[in-house]
């Protein structure tokens, strides 16, 4: 089952990590509430490669967390997850000191923020690691030297992702992005690479409705361009949306690195479509799970660049 608490986790663990992740919440979320003896415990430590000490110690730090106890220490394996609270101090420091602000000075602010909620403060590296992920502004017309108002860009990621029928795949990500404002309205995680009619459906179901603009010039890759061909005419905020609406000719992962940089979270991209299909040595999850932690740092960025925008009316 995936919560938060487990989309938390994952979000700041390296892909590497996320199988036995996802394992391991399963097997400690059916001891949430039920009492647990040596006998249990001796079978849970196997199948999470852990001694029965250690076991007794990740139950205790997931029961922690699920009661909303802030935990300390690494139960993990890996630098653990910092508590709602510190997390969301953390967040409104970033947000008071601006994205062009110094590590130290955001620090600081946490430090200050922390004291004055009777909270425990986070480490540097908690801080660090929220701090200056990807560019928020950059004009992507400019950038492109192609005036449109929205981009639709294909790219692949370094993830593996199991599919019903039991195969395994790369995932390949999806964005509509707005060209003024960079916001992601939309996105979707595929196994392995959209067949046309996937993509034409994807963007039938999710984008028309999402293109905030009238008559929308879209730049897209070629694949896209190809999927919006199949789209059949319709009526989009007024104006019709058909095959003579202009679309400007991209390059494949162009637009997805331009605001994520070389990683969405810590998921590498693949901008060349050769690679896509290339399987990687990591143990591949769900689509559900993927779904789920790209979701999360794309509404991450969303926030933000929707709270920069407010701020930035507001001051004017």
């Not at 179901?205 to 009238?214: K, M, Q, V």
């Not at 799970?289 to 991450?300: D, L, M, P």
């Amino acid at each position: 089952m995936i919560n938060s608490r487990l989309v938390e986790d994952l979000s700041v663990a390296p892909p590497q990590e996320w199988a036995r992740l996802v394992r391991q919440s399963e097997i400690l979320d059916y001891f949430l509430e039920a009492e647990v003896g040596v006998a249990a415990a001796a079978v849970a430590a196997k199948q999470l490669n852990v001694t029965i000490r250690h076991f007794y110690k990740l139950l205790k730090f997931h029961r922690d967390r699920a009661a909303g106890t802030p935990p300390r220490g690494s139960q993990t394996g890996f630098a653990c997850s910092i508590s709602g609270v510190q997390n969301r101090i953390i967040s409104e420091a970033i947000d008071a000191v601006g994205p062009g602000g110094r590590f130290a000075e955001v620090y600081r602010d946490v430090v200050r923020r922390s004291e004055d909620a009777g909270a425990e403060v986070p480490s540097k590296t908690s801080v660090r690691t929220r701090f200056g992920k990807g560019r928020l502004a950059i004009d992507l017309a400019a950038r492109f030297e192609v005036r449109c108002s929205v981009f639709i860009d294909l790219c692949g990621l370094e993830i593996d992702l199991i599919a019903f029928d039991g195969s395994v795949s790369p995932a390949t990500l999806l964005v509509v992005v707005d060209a003024e404002t960079t916001l992601v309205p939309h996105h979707k995680v595929f196994i392995g690479r959209p067949t046309p009619i996937a993509l034409a459906r994807e963007l039938h179901i999710g984008l028309l409705a999402r293109i905030g603009t009238a008559n929308p010039t879209i730049g897209a890759t070629t694949e896209v361009r190809f999927a919006l061909s199949l789209l059949p005419s319709c009526r989009l905020n007024g104006h019709t949306f058909d095959r003579t609406t202009k679309v400007a000719s991209l390059r494949s992962g162009s637009v997805a690195r331009a605001i994520f940089g070389r990683k969405v979270g810590r998921v590498l991209t693949r901008a060349d479509p050769k690679t896509w299909l290339k399987q990687t040595s990591i143990e591949p999850v769900s689509s559900l799970v993927a779904e789920a932690v790209i979701g999360r740092h794309i509404a991450e960025r969303n926030s933000k660049l929707a709270r920069g925008n407010c701020q930035t009316y507001a001051a004017a």
